[in-house]
Antibody, heavy 131, light 110 residues
Framework: QVQLVESGGGVVQPGGSLRLSCAAS????????MHWVRQAPGKGLEWMTV????????NYADSVKGRFTVSRDTSRNTLYLQMNSLRGEDTAVYFC????????????????????????WGTGTTVTVSS | SSELTQDPVVSVALGQTVRITCQGD??????ASWYQQKSGQAPVLVIY???KRPSRIPDRFSGSNSGNTASLTISGAQAEDEADYYC?????????????FGAGTKVTVL
């Protein structure tokens, strides 16, 4: 079935680096934008970064801009997150997420509406930043 | 603070109706989507767009939008609906791919 499986989490010291991977299966990986979302212990969801279906457009939350880099390898159906200069506040479960788009005609049929939604989530990988 | 505002905690009696709201300027131009997260599990999409539900989501879940507010309604809440609920939509950046989550609403079924 459609699936996302994250890996690469672990314990790292402050200032260290880690690379997360997310393996996609049973869907056309190259057709979808992909996100990383994290959740610190006992906290809410935090959107971190997105990469377009073709890898040409990326965006980052201010909290990780300049430290984290998202990339994708279509030949391997894999999404990556390179995390550098890690801090204690980066401790979290990291989820890989697929974004789908549904296009529907407007009620007056003059144009279209674009619905964006995150429909497939991985189970997450845990990153702990601690000395 | 988040660009999307949600009430932190909401309670509902078993079988009654509860509405969860999400407020933010981006909602005037972009639809929210809603996610249910139970303890220790990954989030699950429950509502997106103009009241669209994935096929596996019960029809007691519905969504609506008005001005800067998106709402998720659970009609006839069940014990298994006790969870955290998050809204998300476009963020303030110029990049159309940027997203932001609300802080979440904890729904307790009494």
């Amino acid at each position: 079935q459609v699936q996302l499986v994250e890996s690469g989490g672990g314990v790292v010291q402050p200032g260290g680096s880690l690379r997360l991977s997310c393996a996609a299966s049973e869907f056309s990986f190259s057709s979808y934008a992909m996100h990383w979302v994290r959740q610190a212990p006992g906290k809410g969801l935090e959107w971190m970064t997105v990469i377009s279906y073709d890898g040409n457009n990326k965006n980052y939350a201010d909290s990780v801009k300049g430290r984290f880099t998202v990339s994708r390898d279509t030949s391997r159906n894999t999404l990556y997150l390179q995390m550098n200069s890690l801090r204690g506040e980066d401790t979290a479960v990291y989820f890989c997420v697929r974004e789908s788009i549904e296009v529907v005609p407007k009620p007056d049929a003059t144009d279209y509406l674009f619905y964006h939604y995150m429909d497939v989530w991985g189970t997450g990988t845990t990153v702990t930043v601690s000395s | 603070s988040s660009e999307l505002t949600q009430d932190p905690v909401v309670s509902v009696a078993l079988g009654q109706t509860v509405r969860i709201t999400c407020q933010g300027d981006s909602l005037r131009s972009h639809y929210a989507s809603w996610y249910q997260q139970k303890s220790g599990q990954a989030p699950v999409l429950v509502i997106y767009g103009q009241n669209k539900r994935p096929s596996r989501i019960p029809d007691r879940f519905s969504g609506s939008n008005s001005g800067n507010t998106a709402s998720l309604t659970i009609s006839g809440a069940q014990a298994e609906d006790e969870a955290d609920y998050y809204c998300t939509s476009r963020d303030r950046s110029d990049n159309h791919l940027g997203r932001v989550f609300g802080a979440g609403t904890k729904v307790t079924v009494l």
